[in-house]
């Protein structure tokens, strides 16, 4: 049992590396923006998403920039499902707070993981998230 637990690890402890598999093209808009700014992330799904069988597939938009007091450093939203090819579109906002000036610099996350029923055993399988994009945002003061 130490063995595979030990033989887990590096898939692990990978998750932050990106995918060599495939990189998507992504954009933002606006590239620059207030601290009230809505930024829409879009790019185009290289796999399709959502439940399909017994696995889950996603895509995940993270953004962050250095903490700052009293206003939003990072945020994070999954993408609906989607099909494979199609354009997706992930909005990030600063709901009712404002977004701390700077650069932000985000990822595009794809993820898996299995789908069990409530009468079935479930396999111990954790899939390691894969960077597949990255991106950048500006946030002014104002």
Known sequence: IVVLGMA???AVSGA???????????????????????????????????????VRRAYRVTAGDQAGQG???SAARQAAP??????VRVVL???????????FRGDVWET???V?????VCPDVVVAPQKVGTFTFRVTRG
């Not at 906002?93 to 650069?103: L, V």
Request: aromatic share 4%.
């Open 16 to 54: 932050a590396q990106a995918s060599g598999s495939s990189t998507l093209h992504v954009s933002v808009k606006p590239r620059t923006g207030s601290s009230t700014a809505h930024f829409a992330v879009s790019f185009r799904a290289a796999e399709t998403t959502g439940t399909v069988g017994t």
């Open 112 to 114: 898996e993981s299995i």
């Open 93 to 103: 906002s600063p709901g009712k707070s404002s977004w701390c000036a700077g650069t």
């Open 8 to 10: 887990g690890a590096p």
């Open 71 to 73: 206003c939003l450093s």
């Open 82 to 87: 989607a099909k494979a090819g199609a354009n």
């Open 116 to 120: 069990c029923q409530p009468t079935q």
